[in-house]
């Protein structure tokens, strides 16, 4: 009996921990998301949004997925956010009526955008003559056997620094942008932030 105890204990804590490490990475998802979304990056915003989300479903993540597809100009999937958080945000929500403002604002511009043109008209396709092309005939003269090629590894070697030293600036910056805006006031906002601008 005091196993069965100890096990439901431990288990109880394992479930915790993995719950406290589901949050942190939907926190630097967040975290990331809002640093491409300020750096204008806003496809890579989505992933990093839509990534955070799956981790931790919390309403906000919607309207900050809703703003980058605005941003892309992707109105249907803006709105589908918004909707979205609409629905599953409580009713006692702070961002409910800026939410439905923004939803207001993308169905009006949905209704002036000009309708997709129709796609082009296909070609019909003609199959090509069954006539088998002439066997070449043999070779007389034997090649001379060919040089090895160098490793791929020891002409590109240089693209392994050099993609890393590209990497660590685009993380330094993101962070610097990130930790130093001040475009975004969040006040104490702990995993999502929304903004509200158009």
Request: glycine fraction near 6%.
């Amino acid at each position: 009996m005091r196993a069965l105890g100890l096990a439901l204990v431990l288990l109880a804590a394992v479930a915790a921990h993995a719950e406290s490490d589901r949050e942190a990475r939907a926190r630097a998802h967040y975290e990331v998301g809002l640093g491409m979304y300020n750096l204008g990056n806003y496809a890579d915003a989505v992933r990093e949004f839509s990534a955070g989300y799956m981790l931790s479903p919390r309403p906000q993540f919607l309207i900050n997925l809703g703003q980058a597809y605005r941003k892309l100009h992707e109105l249907d999937r803006a709105a589908e956010m918004y909707r979205k958080y609409l629905a599953v945000a409580p009713a006692d929500a702070k961002d409910r009526a800026d939410v439905q403002k923004l939803l207001d604002e993308v169905e009006a511009q949905r209704a002036q955008a000009p309708p997709p043109p129709p796609p082009p008209p296909t070609a019909p396709t003609i199959a090509p003559p069954t006539t088998a092309p002439p066997t070449p005939a043999p070779a007389l003269v034997a090649s001379a056997p060919s040089r090895p090629r160098a490793s791929g590894i020891r002409r590109w070697w240089w693209t392994i620094p050099v993609g890393a030293v590209v990497v660590g600036a685009a993380v330094g910056l993101t962070l610097y942008f990130t930790l130093r805006s001040s475009q975004v006031s969040c006040g104490s906002a702990t995993i999502a932030c929304v903004d509200l601008r158009p």
